[in-house]
T-cell receptor, first 114, second 112 residues
Framework: EAGVAQSPRYKIIEKRQSVAFWCNPI?????LYWYQQILGQGPKLLIQ????????DSQLPKDRFSAERLKGVDSTLKIQPAKLEDSAVYLC????????????FGEGSRLTVL | TQLLEQSPQFLSIQEGENLTVYCNSS?????LQWYRQEPGEGPVLLVT?????EVKKLKRLTFQFGDARKDSSLHITAAQPGDTGLYLC????????????FGKGTHLIIQP
């Protein structure tokens, strides 16, 4: 079974530029999550989708971050404009049973904002 | 947002020693998960505990969920270098409205 795929693995941009990350969850997983993990800390939930609907985006900085999952499968997370404090690893995860089940994480996309 | 505090933040011990790491909160969780994360990879689920007082064993790892479902511990017996990693606990609130809340993790290094 293929795991959660994310791209790009690494991205370096300057502040005020934009960036987009892509995630393809495990086939059949209805729930998709985007987490932000700053170096040395645990992951922080940015947004949770159930199929193509948003379940929780309370911690998403909506003035600069946006995410979509148009067809209920893959998802894109965009940051525009980026700030220095956005430097982090952006992890995508999916699950079959939602929060009561196991979350399967991708390898993450490491963003460095200069 | 419910907070999970993990301790210690860093732990470096010799191979063969035993250790315990803790995950504490003032909030009640319907379930709690433990993940291990290695550098450059995403977290991988180790165990889910659901019932207060529950104890689960995974080879040399023993997980316990507190009676009040506010805290949990992970005990490793005879630690090995392969146990090195970031151990994260994550809790699910009763209503699930806050999503899966992660602690900051315990960075564990097992020296050969």
């Amino acid at each position: 079974e293929a795991g959660v795929a994310q791209s790009p693995r690494y991205k370096i941009i300057e502040k005020r530029q934009s960036v987009a990350f892509w995630c393809n969850p495990i086939s059949g997983h209805a729930t998709l999550y985007w987490y932000q993990q700053i170096l040395g800390q645990g992951p922080k939930l940015l947004i949770q989708f159930q199929n193509n609907g948003v379940v929780d985006d309370s911690q998403l900085p909506k003035d600069r971050f946006s995410a979509e999952r148009l067809k209920g499968v893959d998802s894109t997370l965009k940051i525009q404009p980026a700030k220095l404090e956005d430097s982090a690893v952006y992890l995508c995860a999916s699950s079959f049973l939602g929060l009561t089940g196991e979350l399967f994480f991708g390898e993450g996309s490491r963003l460095t904002v200069l | 947002t419910q907070l999970l505090e993990q301790s210690p933040q860093f732990l470096s011990i010799q191979e063969g020693e035993n250790l315990t790491v803790y995950c504490n909160s003032s909030s009640v969780f319907s379930s709690l998960q433990w993940y291990r994360q290695e550098p450059g990879e995403g977290p991988v689920l180790l165990v889910t505990v659901v019932t207060g007082g529950e104890v689960k064993k995974l080879k040399r790892l023993t997980f316990q969920f507190g009676d009040a479902r506010k805290d949990s511990s992970l005990h490793i017996t005879a630690a090995q270098p392969g146990d090195t990693g970031l151990y994260l606990c994550a809790g699910v609130s009763g209503g699930g409205a806050d999503g899966l809340t992660f602690g900051k993790g315990t960075h564990l290094i097992i020296q050969p």
